[in-house]
Nanobody
Framework: VQLQASGGGLVQAGGSLRLSCAAS????????MGWYRQAPGKQRELVAR???????YYADSVKGRFTISRDGPKNTVYLQMDILKPEDTAVYYC???????????????WGQGTLVTVSS
């Protein structure tokens, strides 16, 4: 199973970016997908997540500015980030809780990070 994230970059405060993360490989079922971020010197934190039933959760710091969505058939999750602030600067990581087809137990899988830099 692989998670491929894309969409990071440099943007000015107030701008927008859209992150994408596609899961591929031997996947039986995806239970939820989400985005975490880690800023320099800080712990990794949950930003947003979405379940297979499209229930969503957002960290208080991004409510009203970020929108998470999913494309089930494509095993892809998106994070639309609007009204970006310098404090949103971080490496963003995609995460998926899924059951692989190998018969292994459900587990969390991580994508490579994608850097988001918001300039003031």
């Amino acid at each position: 199973v692989q998670l491929q994230a894309s969409g990071g970059g440099l943007v000015q405060a107030g701008g927008s970016l859209r992150l994408s993360c596609a899961a591929s490989g031997g996947i039986y079922s995806i239970h939820r997908m989400g985005w975490y971020r880690q800023a320099p010197g800080k712990q990794r934190e949950l930003v947003a997540r979405i379940t297979s039933g499209s229930a969503t959760y957002y960290a208080d710091s991004v409510k009203g500015r970020f929108t998470i969505s999913r494309d089930g058939p494509k095993n892809t999750v998106y994070l639309q980030m609007d009204i970006l602030k310098p404090e949103d600067t971080a490496v963003y990581y995609c995460n998926a809780a899924l059951t692989p087809t190998t018969g292994w137990a459900p587990a969390h899988y991580w994508g490579q990070g994608t850097l988001v830099t918001v300039s003031s």
